[in-house]
């Protein structure tokens, strides 16, 4: 129908947009907005699909709280049949439920894979989801693994050919169904492998024999060995394998019937290379070419330049006018030498270019060989020290220049230059000559010298150039830290330019280390205990035939002296030095007021108003210092001598470093001022804060030990070096 006198124009604008809520197991929910012609698939692929947890045969799309439809995504998947997708509205909601019961398809399926189950509930339901049993698919036995009541897995068989045993075997939630491949290999099929042109499958025919498969030597690749070759066949109906040796040329080349094996069914025929029986024929070559060492050569008609040639060629200092060909008679293992124009024979020349065999070894030389390598050297301060080759009329300046220049720690003012004379064609000698290297530079004759092969220039470093000496003092001063010392000087310098010592600074507990000492000190104990070591050993390897219960004495004592040893082992020297500070006025010009070097640190600890009581004491500590008490006040504070205490040997280790053993008795000896000297006029041993008193025991309760000689001697001495008081095990 039509109005008469109206016209109507009808323009579309831009769709509607709609809100729609996707859930449940998909990869990404939430609230998405799509056009107003979407579907329920346009909001699945909007939301990432759904997970490997959510259902595709069940998707729900709910409108005013109700179900209005589901979505199998099957029917699409497989089928693309889409008419079940609907069109969305304003606030729909899609959701994707869990997945239902799963079934595994494994095997000889067109779709092998993991099914959700909705209507399907047999066997043949769950292959036809799979698209059908493939051609070569084992229908006598379907495999369905499954579990049962989450106790136990069961296998169960059907025969897949009866169509009523497929219907009638209900599938479950978790089954794995199997469909096996009939037999791999074909029942009318042999194999050729190997040394061939065209390897692979070939059809058996009744009365086929090996010629009609490898008909002549053009089904053969070069250097095929005719002397041998194999089947191997599979006997029939044991399955064990047999191997059929036959000659390859008898049954090829010459039809022999007695070597031309009947073949059978599953018959693997080997054909090998003659390489495979005896190594290729290799020559070597050496020297002036780019890539030196061995390569496979042909048998016959290969020369000394194709073995140049595979080197990747000459090097730009080969020697043309002699190479050498060293060959070996395999039977004899005599090796003989040919020489040859190796410049002819890479031109191609017959008669120097050799022809090579098995085993050849080519040396080419090098130029340098027959011109020697005369140089020039430079050592010191230079930029770049070492040998220059030598050219004719070559003077100090240049080899300078060569060198790159000296260095700004040159010393200019007088080089040394080292040639050598042959005296009468038999002797060598050395003639040094100093020059002024500064005047050399500007090219003044007089000491820019010509040079001669192998001449050698030294220059000379300036004395002291920029050789840093750093020392480090810590500890109660008022600038502790790192310091730049100049060459002599003293211990006050430093600690007066650290400002002094603080009020806190306990002087006669300063520690200086130094490093020179550390390594005499490290030394000295090394020789100790490796002294002590041997005599150790030697001693306990000097008792025989003894009973069992006495090796197993002997045992124990050999396990503790080897503890023993190893204790001392990892004490090390602390390279101190015993100094004595006092204040600066009285220090400079002291004997304790020493020149210091690179690497020393001094530490001035604060106050400790503490005694160390060490050793065989009942209760080893630290005990308040007090103006007037003995060494033995100290021991009774420490609870007294233990009962291997040995009391004739106690020593202090002072705070400054020093030692002084305790003197018993009535007369002693000084060591220091080297007399006999009475108890009543020795004066009395005083103690300061930080000093340690230390009592050893006695060694007479360690059997072992006793027999060493100046053993007590060896541990003090140990004690004083490392600051440390050995245990005896």
């Keep these: 129908e039509r109005i008469t006198g109206t016209n109507v124009a009808v323009t579309m604008g831009r769709l509607r947009a709609i809100q729609v809520l996707v859930l449940g197991e ?17 909001a699945l692929m909007a939301s990432g699909g759904p997970t490997a947890a959510g259902s595709l045969r069940r998707v729900q799309l709910k409108r005013e709280g109700k179900v209005v439809a589901t979505l199998d995504l099957y029917d699409l998947l497989i089928r693309g049949d889409d008419s079940q997708d609907r069109r969305l509205r304003h606030e729909d909601v899609v959701f994707v439920p869990t997945v239902g019961p799963l079934v595994g398809v494994a095997g000889n399926v067109r779709r092998p894979a993991v099914y959700e189950l909705r209507t399907e509930r047999t066997l043949k339901d769950v292959l036809d989801l799979a698209g059908g049993v493939l051609p070569v698919a084992w229908l006598q036995r379907i495999q369905v693994e499954r579990a049962e009541a989450n106790q136990k897995k069961v296998v169960l068989d059907v025969d897949a050919r009866d169509e009523r045993a497929l219907q009638a075997f209900r599938v479950r939630d978790g089954d794995l169904v199997k469909v096996f491949s009939i037999v791999k290999e074909e029942v009318n099929a042999v194999y050729l492998n190997g040394h061939v042109r065209r390897p692979g499958k ?37 399955l064990e394998r047999r191997l059929v040796p036959f000659n390859l040329g008898k049954a090829v080349l010459e039809k022999d019937p007695s070597e031309d ?14 390489w495979f029986f005896e190594p290729k024929p290799r020559a070597f070559i050496e020297g002036e070419v780019r890539k030196p060492g061995g390569y496979e050569i042909p048998e016959e008609g290969y020369t000394v330049r194709d073995l140049v040639l595979m080197a990747e060629g000459l090097t730009k200092g080969a020697y043309l006018e002699k190479a050498e060909l060293y060959r070996t008679n395999k039977e004899t293992n005599e090796v003989a030498l040919f020489t040859f124009h190796l410049g002819k024979a890479m031109a191609g020349d017959p008669a120097e270019n050799l022809k090579l065999q098995d085993l050849d070894r080519v040396v080419i030389h090098s130029v340098q060989e027959f011109l020697p390598r005369r140089t020039v050297s430079v050592e010191g301060e230079v930029n770049n020290p070492g040998d220059y080759p030598f050219a004719e009329g070559m003077r100090v300046k240049d080899l300078i220049f060569a060198a790159g220049n000296v260095k700004d720690s040159a010393y200019l003012k007088e080089a040394e230059l080292s040639s050598y004379e042959i005296k009468d064609g038999k002797l060598c000698l050395i003639k040094r000559r100093a020059i002024d290297l500064e005047a050399a530079l500007r090219g003044d004759p007089a000491h820019n010298l010509p040079l001669q092969p192998y001449d050698k220039l030294l220059v000379r470093r ?14 109660e001063v008022v600038f502790p830290g790192r310091y730049l010392i100049k060459k002599g000087e003293r211990l006050s310098s430093l600690i007066e330019r650290a400002g002094g010592y603080t009020d806190r600074a306990y002087l006669r507990g300063a520690v200086f280390t130094r490093e020179s000492v550390r390594r005499i000190q490290q030394r000295n104990l090394d020789e100790m205990i490796d002294r002590l070591e041997r005599e150790l050993l030697a001693e306990a390897a000097t008792y025989t035939g003894v009973s069992p219960e006495e090796a197993q004495i002997r045992k124990i004592e050999l396990e503790q002296r080897q503890k023993f040893i190893q204790n001392l082992r990892r004490l090390k020297a602390s390279g101190r030095m015993a100094i004595k500070l006092s204040h600066l006025r009285v220090l400079k010009g002291s004997p304790y007021d020493i020149e210091l070097m690179d690497g020393d640190r001094l530490y001035i600890p604060p106050m400790d108003r503490v005694v160390n009581v ?55 000896w000084n060591e220091a001022k080297e007399r006999w000297e009475l108890a009543a006029f020795s004066g009395k041993l005083k103690l300061y804060p930080g000093d340690t008193i230390v009592v050893p025991e006695k060694l007479e309760r360690i059997p072992w030990l006793r027999k060493i000689k100046d053993i007590t001697e060896i541990l003090f001495r140990i004690a004083v070096t490392t600051g440390v008081v050995a245990n005896l095990y």
């Excluded at 998909?26 to 346009?42: F, N, Q, R």
């Design 26 to 42: 998909v990869k990404e929910p939430g609230l998405y907005e799509l056009t107003a012609m979407s579907t329920v698939l346009d």
């Design 202 to 238: 070939y059809a058996l025919k009744k009365g086929m024999r090996v010629s009609d498969i490898i008909r002549s030597e053009e089904d053969l690749l070069p250097d095929t060995y005719l002397g041998y070759a194999l089947i191997k066949r599979l006997v029939l109906p044991s």
């Design 261 to 274: 094996v009947l073949l059978e069914p599953y018959d693997q025929i080997y054909v090998f290379s003659r």
């Design 462 to 475: 300036i004395s002291e150039w920029k050789r840093e000496r750093y020392v480090e003092i810590a500890g």
């Design 614 to 668: 060490m050793g065989a004491v009942y209760a080893p500590g630290s005990f308040i210092w007090r103006e007037g008490y003995s060494y033995k006040d100290y021991v009774q504070l420490a609870g007294g001598y233990t009962r291997y205490a040995d009391k004739a040997n106690v020593y202090i280790l002072r705070a400054d470093g020093s030692a002084q053993k305790v003197r018993g008795g009535t007369v002693f």
